[in-house]
């Protein structure tokens, strides 16, 4: 079935989706009865369908953001290959009962966890990476045995319809289709009884899925987003913590969950890291003098909505005292915002309060980690903390005072690329972990298994009347076991 973009009355999508889940719900019967080969068989079809269409996958991205192909190769294309590829390598032991012991006082007995599929599923994917992160869920889902539903978001539209070829291309409707269209679509879908809902987004539309799949007691991945910090101490390396901060925060132009969202520096070392900063600015996107507007390795806002956001950021900052430090052209023609540095942002500026999502970066100093430490914990948990340092005993201060969905220590980003790192947030930022087994067993039932052997068991010494014996047994249960 294919369902279109156009506007269409709220009634008729609603009964196109709701035919396309029963057809679902139909076949995830006979998807639970299948073995972990046919499974299989559908990533690897997947992996080469995606090998196979990188031109157009690179092309649907510079049309939504004139994103480069080169990080379209990176961060859309080997990302979602490098979980695919992960999977397929584990899925037959992934599929298999896991044992666990056996206590004691339940000797005789044996005992294991098996996964099974949790039926039809609803993929919501973002805009900010539009096909990684249908892919990634889709390749967990597929993995635990489930039929899906991907919703891609409508502001990125052309990646939307590369999508819905894909999934027409690989994949029977009944087990795998996209849904395109707008919140309207989306309200559809969250009124249909999925059994597990992967929603990657903002929190305060997280909160919203969570609502609705409420209703149904289905449940959830949430991954969301937040003010992700970046702490560079005075033991860094401050060259290459500039590159890396900076590499995090360009790459799609400050689209991304886990993008840093603010820098706090030790004092004697801030004047320092700023211009490390403002020189890689010049050598990843001005190398050759003509302003980074010019540059073919920068991305752009998605749409206008998002831009003026973003650039209303930066004049609240400004009207409030913050002053930039580089960067600051901003382009409404081709939404395009510059990467800028900027200090003295207030703490109750919207810059300070917001999710930037976008390539404005403040700096705050600070003297010591403690003090570092509570500018961060005064804020809802982070989805991600990065701590610059090359002192152990600092490294391992910020790691176990600072709660956050995830962290890397002289990095940004990368552990999102690590399959075997569980992905996801932690309060506001998130709830459900991603990537890997951790990706499997989210799209899985885990269903715990007892076998006790036939006849006369230790149990059964304890079952009514409660004669003194009994009660004698039971007391040496709780005393001993």
Same mark, same amino acid.
């Given at each position: ?6 506007? +269409?009355?709220?009634? +008729? ?186 929603? *990657? ?54 689209? *991304? ?35 980074? +507007? ?188």
């Amino acid at each position: 079935m294919e369902l279109h973009t156009a506007p +269409a009355p709220a009634a +008729a999508a609603s009964d196109s989706v709701e035919l396309l889940f029963q057809r679902q719900r139909a076949r995830a019967e006979a998807l639970r009865r299948e073995g972990w080969e046919s499974r299989a068989a559908r990533l690897r079809k997947l992996s080469r369908w995606i090998d196979d269409n990188r031109a157009a996958i690179q092309q649907a991205l510079y049309a939504d953001f004139r994103k480069p192909a080169a990080e379209t190769d990176v961060s859309e294309i080997w990302s979602s290959q490098v979980e695919i590829k992960h999977t397929l390598r584990n899925l037959k032991q992934w599929t298999q009962p896991r044992p666990v012991g056996t206590p004691i006082s339940l000797m005789g007995t044996r005992n294991w966890v098996q996964y099974e599929p949790k039926g039809v599923c609803l993929i919501i994917a973002p805009w900010n990476y539009p096909f990684y992160l249908a892919i990634d869920p889709l390749a967990s889902a597929l993995a635990a045995g489930n039929a899906c539903i991907i919703k891609p978001s409508e502001i990125t539209p052309t990646v939307a319809a590369l999508l819905a070829r894909m999934c027409r291309e690989l994949f029977d409707p009944a087990e795998v289709t996209v849904v395109e269209g707008d919140k309207d679509v989306a309200t559809a879908l969250l009124k249909l009884p999925f059994n597990h809902i992967f929603f *990657t987004g903002s929190p305060q539309v997280g909160k919203i899925v969570m609502r609705a799949a409420a209703e149904h007691l289905a449940s959830v991945t949430l991954e969301l987003g937040g003010k992700s910090p970046v702490i560079v101490d005075d033991t860094a390396d401050l060259r290459d913590a500039a590159e890396k901060i900076m590499w995090g925060k360009g790459i799609n132009a400050g689209q *991304t969950c886990v993008a840093p969202d603010y820098v706090l520096v030790q004092e004697s070392v801030k004047e320092k890291l700023v211009e490390e900063m403002k020189d890689v600015v010049r050598r990843f996107y001005d190398p050759e003098g003509e302003g980074v +507007a010019a540059s073919k390795s920068y991305a752009r806002i998605v749409n206008q909505h998002h831009f003026q956001r973003i650039a209303s950021l930066l004049e609240d900052a400004q009207a409030q005292g913050a002053n930039i430090l580089s960067g600051g052209m901003v382009d409404a023609g081709q939404r395009f915002i510059e990467p800028t540095l900027l200090e003295g942002a207030p703490a109750e500026s919207r810059i300070m309060q917001e999710e930037i999502f976008g390539p404005l970066l403040p700096i705050i100093p600070f003297r010591t980690l403690m003090e570092a430490t509570d500018v961060v914990n005064s804020r809802l948990q982070p989805l991600a903390l990065y701590v610059f340092s090359q002192s152990a005993e600092h490294q391992r201060y910020l790691l176990q005072n600072i709660p956050a969905g995830g962290s890397c220590v002289n990095e940004t980003i990368l552990h999102l690329a690590h399959p075997d790192l569980p992905f996801g947030g932690f309060g506001n930022s998130g709830l459900g972990k991603a990537h890997g087994f951790a990706g499997f067993v989210g799209f899985s039932n885990e269903k715990s298994v007892l076998k006790q052997r036939v006849g006369r068991t230790g149990i059964k010494t304890m079952y009514p009347p409660y004669t003194p014996k009994v009660r004698k047994m039971i007391g040496w249960l709780l005393k001993f076991f």
